[in-house]
């Protein structure tokens, strides 16, 4: 069995910075690519980055590229957001997800948190 559990959101004025970890726990053989969603009431689920096994960092969405920074650390089996230069548009539950392989399959499947609220304002 695999898990993902989320931390770090919270209330944070315009202009603050917050920083989501996620760690993976469980059966696992290997961790491919981990990354970051959010969504905001009403609105679908949106990807905000991706990062490899190897530490690259893609796919970062415009409304964030500049302000968050995907990173991990492969011996913690987490994956980090740093988000900076917070706005109100930013409110949204925020999910991580990893692509793993867990012990005893062959394949490699997406897992998810449970997520965790950011709200932005004054």
């Known amino acids: 069995q695999v898990q993902l559990v989320e931390s770090g959101g919270g209330l944070v004025q315009p202009g603050g910075s917050l920083r989501l970890s996620c760690v993976a726990s469980?059966?696992?053989?290997?961790?491919?690519?981990m990354g970051w969603y959010r969504q905001a009431p009403g609105k679908q689920r949106d990807l905000l980055a991706r990062?490899?096994?190897?530490?690259?960092?893609?796919n970062y969405a415009d409304s964030v590229r500049g302000r968050f920074t995907i990173s991990r650390d492969n011996a913690k089996n987490t994956v980090y957001l740093q988000m900076n230069s917070l706005k109100p548009e930013d409110t949204a539950v925020y999910y991580c997800?990893?692509?793993?392989?867990?012990?005893?399959?062959?394949?490699?499947?997406?897992?998810w948190g449970q997520g965790t609220q950011v709200t932005v304002s004054s």
């Open positions: 997800y990893a692509n793993i392989v867990a012990r005893g399959s062959s394949s490699a499947y997406d897992y």
């Open positions: 469980g059966s696992i053989v290997v961790i491919y690519d």
């Open positions: 990062i490899t096994n190897g530490g690259a960092p893609t």
